[in-house]
């Protein structure tokens, strides 16, 4: 199988920066795209950013210009960085990956999540 761990959540300041990873691991052939989603208390779940194989991203309009997204194909992780965070960014971040295992078998895995808190 396949599996995602998430690391780098935490309480940060209003303004603050905090750095999200995602590692991948088990039996992995290859990984289309790679994506970073949040869910707050009381809301669905959104589409933070994502970045295909050959590094094209794309962004929730509430986070460009203030969020990175990258990966690192030959380590199977993808990072976020977010600066300037807001209280509204608080919530649980969840790391999802398009993956095709070693049994040509694709499909899409998700991490556990990691909480990001803003707050003074």
């Known amino acids: 199988q396949v599996q995602l761990v998430e690391s780098g959540g935490g309480l940060v300041q209003p303004g603050g920066s905090l750095r999200l990873s995602c590692a991948a691991s088990?039996?992995?052939?290859?990984?289309?795209?790679m994506a970073w989603y949040r869910q707050a208390p009381g809301k669905q779940r959104e589409l933070v950013a994502i970045?295909?194989?050959?590094?094209?991203?794309n962004y929730a309009d509430s986070v460009k210009g203030r969020f990175t997204i990258s990966r690192d194909n030959a380590r199977n992780t993808v990072n976020l960085q977010m600066n300037s965070l807001k209280p509204e960014d608080t919530a649980v971040y969840l790391c999802?990956?398009?993956?095709?295992?070693?049994?040509?078998?694709?499909?899409?895995?998700w991490g556990q999540g990691t909480q990001v808190t803003v707050s003074s």
């Open positions: 999802s990956a398009n993956v095709v295992s070693d049994l040509s078998l694709r499909g899409d895995y």
């Open positions: 088990g039996r992995i052939f290859s990984i289309y795209h």
């Open positions: 970045i295909t194989s050959g590094g094209s991203t």
